[in-house]
């Protein structure tokens, strides 16, 4: 520490607050193991059985946070990023901790080139009343 009087001042700044590096927040990581199906719309939710996520000591302020937000609505990789204020890639590593530790669980979208298109039913509905 310096003799300067400052001592950790250079952690915190007086407008934003403490600052913390994000891969110190993923402790170190920049990936995870469920990575691959977690794109930006991927849907975070919440497992039914999770009561009380900040009892957990193993589970970050972050982690928690994720929790408590995706607990009454789905939030997407992207909309938990903006919410928390991380970026997408420590989003992703926190959000693949949670599915190790089955607090949550993540769906994915179907793609619109995998949806059914609305007029091949109808053909479909209109061949089978002109039988």
Same mark, same amino acid.
């Given at each position: ?38 794109? $930006? &719309? ?14 957990? *000591?193993?589970?970050? *302020?972050?982690?928690?946070? &994720? ?30 901790? $949670?599915?190790?530790? @089955? $607090?949550?669980?993540?769906?994915? *979208?179907?793609?619109?080139? @995998?949806?059914?298109?609305?007029? &091949? ?9 002109? $039988?």
């Amino acid at each position: 520490m310096s003799g300067d009087g400052q001592g950790s001042s250079h952690w915190f700044d007086d407008e934003a607050g403490p600052v913390v590096r994000p891969y110190a927040v993923t402790r170190g990581r920049t990936s995870h193991g469920v990575q691959h199906r977690l794109d $930006l &719309i991927a849907v975070v939710v919440t497992e039914p059985h999770v009561d009380h996520p900040e009892a957990d *000591p193993s589970l970050s *302020p972050e982690h928690v946070d &994720i929790v408590e937000l995706c607990r009454d609505t789905p939030q997407s990789v992207a909309e938990l990023a903006a919410e928390i204020d991380l970026p997408v890639g420590v989003v992703r590593v926190l959000v693949g901790d $949670l599915v190790d530790e @089955e $607090l949550v669980h993540v769906s994915r *979208p179907v793609p619109p080139a @995998e949806l059914v298109d609305e007029s &091949i039913l109808r053909d479909v509905i209109n061949g089978l009343r002109a $039988l």
